[in-house]
């Protein structure tokens, strides 16, 4: 078996890839993306009855997201700089037998400590599957192909928040959140397969430097790019992660309600996304972004004032949702175009930072639940956006001096 430098050393090459094996590939890590998604988002379906069932409060629940998104955060740029020299193949099948056994004990788990060090765990899994997924697609693939390729495996993460989440969250409130658990690792297990039968084997990746951290580090236009991609999460994520214990005290929410407006939000964001790409050559990035965020901070302001009623939260969740995946995308797009020839250190890193701002978020909510201030959360978060929006402001600037 000869490698290729930077692309593949499979016995195929991407050019004489087979059509009918490049999308089995493709729909099995778009699987990969949705069941990483959903483990990531699932505790937020399933607060409440996760919390009851460990006998911990909800703000101690939820620093299952804020120790998840720590260890992404800091292993995503970690993982990407010092194991290219590993088979893409070996690195993602780790990830999902990492997820597979987590979510095992997390379904078991005999007390909350146990759930944290599974989740922890977890979080390395997360870390590894969906940006060496995208990486794996970038060195398989010819130019051409790429960019719709690398979109429809992130669409598959976008969904676990459209149905994986509020499903997650129905059959906890059902059955039991250990059985939430437990189907996330069996889809762990389906997604394992399907990635050994269609992703060939001696897939590497070209080695980021030093030299291009350090380039994207005394950067002020990708700093404060970075720093809107930190503030966007810590905002969202102040509210999100507490969406069903906040639609339970608001709405007196049953199970099937809960259900609806996660499920409700999510299409929102999936539509968004949609949207932006469709929009952002026209507007260009900066100000995408900028609509983006005022969107969501409007939505939340609104959810705020008005969250015992129906109506009110889901005009809300649209305003909030459409600007959920479109302003990730719009910063991936708005770094690569800053600096194309550090996209891969400044994609990286902002991937990182999302996983940051969660973990800021879940932990800036849990402190003001803690407090009293539970129906308090929408305000936060819409006030955050509304800060990033102001430093998305100062960005354009630097982009255009």
């Known amino acids: 078996m000869t490698e290729i430098p930077g692309r593949s050393a499979s016995p195929l090459t991407p050019s ?3 059509p009918t094996a490049d999308r089995a590939l493709l729909w099995a890590l778009f699987f ?19 919390a009851a069932g460990m006998d911990v409060s909800v703000a101690e629940a939820g620093k299952l997201l804020v120790f998840s998104g720590v260890v992404v955060a800091v292993g995503a740029p970690l993982i990407a700089t010092f194991t290219s020299h590993v088979d893409r193949r070996t690195m993602l099948l780790l990830a999902l037998a990492i997820y597979l056994v987590t979510h095992t004990i ?37 130019p051409q192909r790429r960019a719709s390729a690398i979109t429809m495996i992130f669409i598959g993460w976008s969904l676990a928040t459209v149905g994986g989440m ?90 099937a309600l809960l259900t609806f407006v ?18 952002v050559g ?16 409007v939505g939340l302001t609104l959810w705020g004032a008005g969250a015992g009623t129906l109506w009110i939260v889901l ?4 305003l909030w949702g459409l600007g959920t995946f479109a302003t990730n995308s719009i910063q991936q797009a708005r770094l690569a175009g800053l600096a194309p020839d550090l996209t891969s250190a400044s994609i990286a890193l902002n991937t990182s930072l999302i ?43 630097w982009e255009h001096g």
Do not use: C
């Open 106 to 142: 997390a379904a078991f788990a005999p007390n909350f400590d146990v759930l944290i060090a599974a989740r922890l765990a977890m979080g390395i899994a997360a870390a590894i599957f969906t940006p060496q997924a995208a990486a794996t697609v970038g060195v398989l693939l010819p």
């Open 166 to 255: 509020p499903l997650g969250g129905y059959v906890a409130h059902e059955y039991g959140w250990r059985v939430a658990y437990g189907i996330v690792a069996a889809m762990s297990l389906v997604a394992m397969l399907a990635v050994a039968l269609t992703l060939p084997g001696g897939v590497r990746i070209p080695r980021l430097r030093l030299a291009s951290w350090i380039s994207v580090a005394t950067s002020p236009a990708l700093l404060l790019v970075l720093l809107v991609t930190v503030l966007n999460g810590t905002g969202q994520f102040t509210f999100f992660t507490y969406l069903n214990p906040s639609l339970k005290a608001s709405l007196g929410a049953s199970a």
């Open 16 to 18: 004489e890839q087979s």
């Open 282 to 297: 026209r507007l260009g990035t900066s100000r995408s972004a900028l609509v983006t965020l005022l969107a969501m901070a």
């Open 32 to 50: 990969g993306n949705f069941v990483t998604g959903t483990g990531i988002l699932l505790p937020a379906g399933m607060l409440t009855d996760l």
């Open 315 to 318: 005009v809300a969740g649209v």
């Open 262 to 279: 996660l499920a409700w939000y999510g299409v929102s964001a999936t539509l968004g996304n949609l949207i932006a790409s469709r929009f």
């Open 355 to 397: 996983y940051l701002g969660q973990a800021l978020g879940s932990g800036l909510g849990g402190v003001l639940i803690n407090d009293g201030y539970l129906p308090f959360l929408p305000w936060v978060a819409a006030a955050i956006l509304v800060v990033a929006a102001g430093v998305s402001i100062a960005a354009m600037r």
